[in-house]
């Protein structure tokens, strides 16, 4: 079956750095839009970024510039290196695999993945 396990959060510092990652197994991950999303207490899950099969991208406009997803078909693992990372990126973040083709301009939605990793804590202090 499909499964998906984050590894990597932690607690640091404003302007600090993280790296997530995402094992995947029990699918053709080569062929799977992937995506990271997080949610904060008493808020909705949000798309942070996401990668295409071939390797597009899209962004958060909240982490653009600063959070760098990536993925190695060979390794069927997915990462998201997060830098000056600030307060307000405190959150449970998730990996998810979509479901089929994703549309770039929907692909931070959280309707288009329909499995979830058991999420990693992030906590940001200032």
């Known amino acids: 079956q499909v499964q998906l396990v984050e590894s990597g959060g932690g607690s640091v510092q404003a302007g600090g750095s993280l790296r997530l990652s995402c094992a995947a197994s029990?699918?053709?991950?080569?062929?799977?839009?992937m995506g990271w999303f997080r949610q904060a207490p008493g808020k909705e899950r949000e798309g942070v970024a996401a990668?295409?099969?071939?390797?597009?991208?899209t962004y958060a406009d909240s982490v653009k510039g600063r959070f760098t997803i990536s993925r190695d078909n060979a390794k069927n693992t997915l990462a998201l290196q997060m830098n000056s990372l600030k307060p307000e990126d405190t959150a449970i973040y998730y990996c998810?695999?979509?479901?089929?083709?994703?549309?770039?301009?929907?692909?931070?939605?959280?309707?288009?993945?329909?499995?979830w990793g058991q999420g990693t804590q992030v906590t940001v202090s200032s």
């Open positions: 998810a695999r979509g479901m089929g083709w994703v549309p770039s301009a929907s692909s931070l939605q959280t309707n288009k993945y329909n499995y």
């Open positions: 029990g699918y053709t991950y080569s062929t799977s839009w």
């Open positions: 990668i295409s099969p071939g390797g597009s991208t």
